[in-house]
Each structure stands twice: as structure tokens, then as C-alpha cells.
């Protein structure tokens, strides 16, 4: 049962507190004890037929306001009444919050006979159910891209070698617009497939809010009905090109119908043509496919009567979201658990971490160029990306104290600072540094001694290696041991400064105390 109007009073009421008091619409309602929907009904009738406050003396009469806001229905054959042009209207619904209620207001505004807005939604239901009996997906401008890999494939012959391998075709489809992208490549690898969804968001222009992916094993890593798990690679291009990655359903390819077809059109219309050509590089086989595919974009679709460009140009183009400023640099995660040295292995090269890390497990991004660790979403430490095999790549401060003092030490410096304590320190020094087989195996002894100074004056510890020197003793406890018992203080015996230094340990005379561990 039709409701029944409102007398023109009430109307005239509604329009006076809306557009002459200011009232909001759900004011008018509380006010006048009216649906809100009744309200902006009336409204929206009022603003068609041009009405506005205060209205004008010849709409004085109820009967004339009455004919204003409900028009009697044209005489003219339906036949003869303009007909919307429904493809434009299924083109529009494609952009964001546009309704079949604005649409007919539009059309309402554009012939003064017109249908109503019930006859309007039944009309166009019935013209879009003729373009396919199944269940349609509303694709809204700049919301979807949907990406695969065609089954088919192309060939590449090696020139050198004559080996002939087998391409993946990639095949990208924005979902408003039909606009289409498609590339060879060599695999469907990871670093593949995220370099050609680079190559087809640089095509486009821009990047959609949604990309819909196959359950590809370089893409998502487990697939599932409910909670899909995307590799970390993948999701992390997502972040930087600001978009969501939106799985497929296992077994559903419906869901992904748009690049179904747009592997079948490219089947058709781009690899059925280059299938008696032969092609001696990937780079040759990409150049044959954009070329054919500039083609395919131009074509005029056959419902549409526009091409896929046309559309692109008026749907897609101007509702899909900014490149970033750098493209994306392919990275690949591992996780990794800090050795006791505080290095993580990466590659068969080992990268250091902060030593209060050790044990812990943290995860390495690898670039071609960088490898950075992260604790828990934290960057812990950076590094340029070394190839050499078995090799540590350390930073100072990732160190412990001590660590970092041995380390520092180099031949030139503590021949530089055994310079500084005396001739005889320097002699001696030498000598610890050439009786090892590996001359690093004396840096701690050479090291141990020169830390005396601390303890004792540079002129003692100079004496004290002229009295090691004498004794052929060649280690830091005998240097210690002589500051510590005091004979450094006291002048060699005559005969001990005449004998040459040979390998021939020295024997002290008769009553003279042992002073230490002499070596040699």
C-alpha cells in the first residue's frame, strides 16, 4: 500500500525550519514528529522541481504547489520518453560512493520527462543482468588489481649455447577498467614475481588499495580458507607501496575473475601472434609483448564501446593511490640466531650484532646492497653486503670493552708505543714478537707489558726489559716479576752487560736470588 502524502502544509512547514530556520534534517523530523527518510524525501522533491524559501506568490495555492512537487505523469509512449544510457550508468557505479539514487537524480535533472526512480533501478537490474547470468563483482575505480601467472608459456633461445628455456608469462588487471599489463620472466620465483608487481605498478602509474593475488608459494606462504599467512618479502612490498594483499580463495578462481580472462585475452591476442617467432633474449620477448600489448589496451570493448585506455584514463587513473618516491628493493628475511662470537651468519659471512644479543634470535633483511638485524621489529644493527666466503664484518661498538681494546692493537701500535717507553722495550718487544711462529701469538705479552707503564714509571719498565734482555727472558710475567722484586733499580754486573745475547740460557752467580719465570 502507496503512503499517503503529507498535506501541503506540512510541506511547506518542512521547508521553512530546513532552508529558513537552518534546522539539520533530523531536527525537522523531532520537530514536525516525521521520519527522517519522509523528510529528506520531500526535500530531495522540493530541490528538483527548483523550489526554495520563501516561495514565490503564485505557489500561494495548495493545488499549484501540489502539481509542482507531483508533476502529472507525461502522455508521451514510454517508447518516446529518454531512456538513460545505462552503460554510463554502470560505468559511474564503478566510482567511489556513487548510488543509483544520485544517478537518477542526475538523469531526473536532465529531461523534465522523466521515469521514476523505482522504474529507474528496475530498468537498469534488468540491463545488467543480460551481461552474465552469474554473480558480478562491483569493481570500484582504483580499489583492485588482480595478478597471476598465464599457464601458458614463451620460449627464449641462448644464442652461445642454444639451450632452450621455457618463460612465465605475469599478467596484471586493474578491476574497474580491464587495463592490462603483461611480462615474461624467467621464473615464478620470489624475486620474480615481486619484480614484475615493480614493473606493473610503474606501468600503471600508480598502485591500487587492494592487490589480489593466486596462492602462489613465492607469494603466500600457506594458504588457507580464513587466515592466509603472505610472505614476509611480499607483504613487506605492500608496506611500501601501500597497499593490502588480498589472497585468492584455494579453489575459488571466481574470486580472481579478472585476471582469469585477462590471461585468456592475452593467450589470444598477444602469445597466439608470437608463437612462430623466435626470440634470443628475455629483453627481445618483453619488447614483442608491449608492443602487442599497446595494441590490445586500444581495442574497443564490445559492451562498452571504449577501449580498456579510455576507461582506464576516466576510472582507474585518477582514483589509484601515488607511487612512492623509490621503487621497491627486493629483500629477502631469514631468521637467525646470534653465535657466541655476536655474529649472525648470512650467505656463508658473518655480520655482528650488539654482544648483549648473544643467543637471542633476531632476523636479518638482505638487500642486494645492505644486510640490517631486527629485534623485534627494532633495527639492532646495519652492514654493506659483503661476498667474501668465511670472513666476520664487525663493527667497534657491537664489541665488549675488553674485546675492543684487543682489537684496536696493531704491530705498527705497539711498536709505536713501545717506542715511547725506551730503547730496551722496544728491543724486547721485537724480539717476543719475532721468536712466535704467528707474531699476532706475542701481541698479548707485548700488550701486558706495555700496560706496566700504568703501574710503574716508563723509565722502570724501559730497566726492567734491559734486565729481561739480559736474562733472555722474553715474557711479560718475567717484566713483571723484576718491577715487582725491585732488581730493575740496582745496575747489572759488569759481566752480565759484556754477555752477548744468545740463545744459551743464563745462569746467575752463586747466592744470587731467583727473580721470577725466566723464558726463552
Known sequence: MPTERLSMRHIREVLRL???????QRAVARSLGLAQGTVSKYLNRARRAGLTWPLRPELDDDARLENRLYPPPSDRPSDERPQPDWALV??????????????????????SDSFSYSWFCERYKEWAGRLKPTLRQVHVAGEKLFVDYSGHTMEVVDGLTGEV?????????????????????????????????????????GVARQTVSDNLKAGITRACFHEPMVNRTYADLARHYRTAIVPARP???RDKAKVEVGVQIVGRWILARLRNRRFFSLATLNQAIHALLV????????????????????????????????????????????NLDYHVEIAKHYYSVPHSLVHQEVE??????????????????????????????????HMPSSHRRYRDWTHERIRSEAAKVGPDAQTLIDVILRSRPHPEQGFRSAIGILGLVKRYS??????????????????????????KNGPDRTAPPAEDVNRPLTGTPYRPPKGTPLIGVLCW
Not at 18 to 24: I, P, Q, T
Not at 99 to 108: D, G, N, P, V
Not at 301 to 316: C, H, K, N
Open 251 to 253: 579453489y575459488r578462481p
Open 364 to 397: 636479518a633483511r638482505i638487500t642486494q646492497k645492505t644486510v640490517e638485524i631486527f629485534l623485534r621489529g627494532k633495527r639492532v644493527a646495519s652492514h654493506l653486503r659483503s661476498t667474501l666466503p668465511h670472513r666476520p664484518t664487525t663493527i667497534p661498538e
Open 295 to 338: 595494441e590490445l589496451n586500444d581495442r574497443p570493448l564490445r559492451s562498452w564501446g571504449r577501449s580498456r585506455r579510455e576507461l582506464f584514463q576516466e576510472l582507474d587513473q585518477p582514483a589509484l593511490t601515488p607511487l612512492p618516491d623509490e621503487p621497491y628493493e627486493y629483500a629477502e628475511w631469514k631468521r637467525c640466531r646470534v
Open 90 to 111: 554502470h560505468r559511474e557505479l564503478r566510482r567511489p560512493n556513487v548510488t543509483l539514487m544520485l544517478l537518477w537524480e542526475e538523469y531526473c535533472d536532465a529531461s
Open 18 to 24: 530546513h532552508y529558513s530556520v537552518g534546522m539539520s
Open 165 to 205: 628455456r621455457s618463460t612465465q608469462i605475469f599478467v596484471a588487471v586493474l578491476g574497474a577498467s580491464n587495463y592490462t599489463y603483461a611480462e615474461a620472466s624467467l621464473s615464478q620465483s620470489l624475486p620474480d614475481w615481486i619484480a614484475s608487481h615493480v614493473r606493473a605498478f610503474a606501468f600503471f602509474g
Open 458 to 483: 716508563q723509565e722502570r719498565v724501559d730497566a726492567a726489559c734491559a734486565r729481561a734482555l739480559l736474562l733472555n727472558a722474553r715474557s711479560y710475567k718475567s717484566v713483571a716479576a723484576i718491577l
